[in-house]
């Protein structure tokens, strides 16, 4: 058994939505399909419910688009004698939505929770269509079986719940198509929710992993993991191969090729991931599992870069207080659900720095005003101090950390490209070595970095 998820621009036109089809269709053993929203149609959503709420009467065109959209793509691509059925099913949604919608206008007012609703029409809709084009295709609802909890006021995946209610509505599952719709959960008391924008992968690893797949595959629009962002470096490479571990530091580090938690269950349960093009589906794309380095020489896979990040720094009197003081900054954040993306000491000045996005400033400033909250009262440690505007770039290899030549071999690289990074390069793994830049210095130090490492030979 295999399970396949394809992705907005996979099922956003009629000619990507055929490719789907074929792709499924050709397939000769069991698979479980996931759905994304037609391309574009979560942001079309989530921006029509911010018209509504605005009361402005744009929000009715807006809607009336998303719904021809949908009924454009039925009468292209269902069969005849079903496609009566599918308007009708499509059109009690529509109907749903619309009192939403009305709803947040009367009120004007757009809860979390309105929203969360509003967002998960995007893949009901796709894949109420999608049953009826793909030949022995059964629907299942994903939001009976993919269940969520709250923490950090996020929705975040409640593994035992969904744990048991995978294992109860797959006992008896003897279509060989299952299709269903990612990135939508519920709640415990059985509101609709979400796995978070980008989602739809996640759901389709954690079935992978809880219905013990042979293989994951992700079909998307590129042709798999590449050695950078093509945008900035129009020479990346596809990469044929990478281990879990890489694949999962090059998403925390900005890759956008998957939704970072994707790999976790997968990886878990040792179930290679394959990246594949749906508009050149012959390409082999990128194999991503349990990949032994034997050589143990380091080789790098890939250079990605997270934008927008910013540098806490916790001044310290004396270096004995060094280790205590970084393990009591990184817990209190992490406590707190703030993603740390590296943590330097720079050398000969008594100080501790933090690496987060900018967006988790706030809530990381009063969690260690509160940690630190004698010390800076009493003034034995400075007020806390900020550099933002910055942009973290991280290479990542298998063995390249504990290699030292890899380090130096960075700095001279940014050297010679004139940029003199804010932190040192320093790895957090084995397999991921990293610095920061000025925001202004990103695009040429991720040209230095991949012109050194991925087109100079190494
Ligand atoms: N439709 C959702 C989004 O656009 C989930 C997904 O496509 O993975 O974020
Ligand atoms: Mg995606």
């Not at 499509?90 to 939505?97: G, T, W």
């Not at 744990?163 to 609709?192: K, N, Y």
């Not at 280790?323 to 720079?346: D, H, K, Q, W, Y």
């Not at 806390?384 to 130096?408: K, Q």
Request: proline share 5%.
């Amino acid at each position: 058994m295999k399970v396949l998820k394809f992705g907005g621009t996979s099922v956003g036109t009629p000619e990507s939505l055929r490719s789907v089809k074929n792709i499924v269709e050709s397939c000769d053993e069991r698979v479980i399909v996931v759905v994304s929203a037609l391309g574009g149609i979560t942001d079309r959503l989530i921006a029509t419910a911010r018209e509504a709420e605005k009361v402005s009467p744009g929000y009715q065109d807006m809607f009336r688009e998303i719904i021809d959209r949908h009924h454009a793509m039925t009468e292209e691509m269902v069969p005849a004698d079903e496609r009566a059925q599918v308007i009708l099913a499509i059109d009690a949604l529509f109907k749903e939505l619309s009192d939403i919608y009305l709803g947040v206008s009367l009120l004007r007012e757009l809860s979390e929770r309105s929203l969360d609703r509003v967002v998960s029409y995007g893949e009901r809709l796709s894949s109420t269509i999608i049953e009826h084009v793909i030949n022995g295709a059964v629907l299942r609802f994903s939001p009976s079986f993919i269940r969520t909890t709250r923490q950090f006021g996020r929705h975040v995946l409640d593994n035992d719940l969904t744990h048991r209610c995978i294992a109860s509505e797959f006992a008896e599952a003897p279509e060989r198509i299952t299709l269903v719709g990612g990135f939508i959960s519920s709640d415990e008391q059985g509101h609709i929710t979400n796995l978070g924008r980008g989602g739809s992968d996640y759901t389709a690893a954690i079935l992978a992993a809880e219905l013990r797949a042979e293989t994951l595959e992700i079909w998307t629009d590129v042709d798999g993991f590449m050695t950078a962002d093509p945008r900035i470096i129009p020479s990346a490479k596809v990469i044929d191969e990478l281990s879990f571990v890489e694949a999962m530091e090059l998403c925390n580090f900005g890759a956008k090729v998957i939704y970072p938690p994707t790999i976790y269950p997968v990886f878990h349960r040792n179930i290679p991931i394959y990246i594949k093009n749906t508009f050149n589906p012959s390409y082999p794309g990128t194999r991503i599992a349990d990949i032994e380095n034997l050589s143990k020489e380091p080789s790098a896979g890939g250079v990605s870069s997270i934008s927008d990040t910013c540098l806490l720094r916790v001044k310290i009197s004396d270096s004995a207080v060094q280790e205590a003081t970084e393990s009591r900054m990184i817990n209190a954040l992490s406590r707190n659900g703030i993603n740390v993306f590296l943590t330097s000491r720079p050398a000969g000045c008594f100080e501790i720095c933090c690496a987060i996005s900018a967006s988790s400033l706030p809530a990381a400033r009063s969690a260690l005003l509160a940690e630190f909250s004698s010390e800076l009262e009493t003034g034995e440690m400075p007020p806390l101090s900020v550099s933002d505007n910055l942009a973290t770039i991280a290479l990542v290899g298998e063995n390249i950390n504990p290699d030292e030549t890899v380090r130096r071999k960075i700095c001279s690289a940014l050297h010679e490209a004139k940029i003199s990074p804010v932190t040192l390069p320093a790895g957090s793994t084995d397999s991921t070595v990293s610095f920061m830049v000025e925001m202004d210095n990103r695009v040429k130090a991720l040209q230095a970095i991949h012109r050194a490492f991925f087109e100079c030979g190494y």
